[in-house]
């Protein structure tokens, strides 16, 4: 008979568990982490409580999840608001989807830009935003890309000069690789990036995705009108990923 593993039990004894931390580099500390290895990401409410319990224990300060963390009833019916506190993504209305982030700068020191709070404020901002269409944010802080910026509506790649905007990819049907616009300089010409693009496509009235706009009426021509072109400093794509190699 095979024998089924519990997901707790395949994370090993956490208390015996010896984290080597790496030596400071560059000023920067290498904090300790340990993922988790989930089958096919889905875990029961009870081995989550258990593995919260032990990684309390063990000292573990924060989570950083890399995708979404949905919680599923056996029954269609959803309690009224089983969560105070917290409110529901919505995946199906046409709006601004929360940024999808890579382990940015508190988990990750290969960053080149700090792009943590540079999330948090755009979701703040922007996420839930009514559209046409659904539009997704994608922020790297380094063009290693962890957080795939490059197949998002709007990507953000941070570099040693700035922030990278990339405009117009998307996955699924048709994947679609984001154009490379521009580079912004700092985290408020980002966010300002952002806010034009967004009143483009809100008063555009246009139902397409960011991609198919852009290809539809021209990438000179969309930058010019949406505000967009005059944010931005010349960036050459291929330039910054040499430059950027360690
Ligand atoms: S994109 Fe760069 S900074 Fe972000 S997690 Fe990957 S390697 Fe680290």
Not at 74 to 91: C, I, L, M, T, V
Not at 123 to 149: M, N, W
Not at 209 to 224: D, P, V
Request: hydrophobic share 35%; glycine share 10%.
């Amino acid at each position: 008979m095979t024998k089924v593993i519990s997901p707790a039990s395949s994370y090993g004894n956490l208390n015996s568990m010896t984290v080597k931390k790496k030596p400071i580099t560059s000023g920067r500390v290498r904090p300790a982490t340990f993922a988790p290895y989930m089958p096919a990401g889905v875990i029961s409410i009870g081995d989550l409580e258990q593995l919260v319990e032990q990684m309390k224990e063990s000292g573990a300060e924060k989570v950083k999840f890399g995708g979404e963390m949905i919680f599923v009833w056996k029954g269609h019916e959803r309690p009224h608001d089983p969560a105070p506190g917290y409110q529901s993504n919505n995946f199906k209305a046409p709006l601004v989807r929360p940024v999808r982030l890579c382990s940015a700068e508190v988990f990750c020191q290969r960053f080149k830009q700090p792009v943590l709070e540079l999330a948090r404020t755009i979701d703040e901002r922007f996420r839930g935003t009514p559209l046409p269409v659904k539009l997704h944010i994608g922020i790297a802080g380094c063009p290693r890309s962890c957080s795939e910026p490059a197949v998002k509506d709007i990507g953000i790649i941070g570099h040693n000069q700035g922030y990278e905007i990339l405009l117009g990819g998307s996955a699924g049907l048709g994947p679609v690789l984001a154009q490379s616009v521009g580079l912004a300089k700092d985290q408020k010409t980002v966010l300002a990036v952002i806010e034009k693009i967004i009143a483009y496509m809100q008063y555009g009235g246009k139902k397409m995705r960011l991609g198919r706009l852009i290809a539809r009426i021209g990438k000179e021509r969309f930058l010019e009108e949406s505000g967009v072109a005059a944010l931005l400093q010349p960036w050459d794509a291929s330039t910054g990923e040499r430059s950027e190699q360690e």
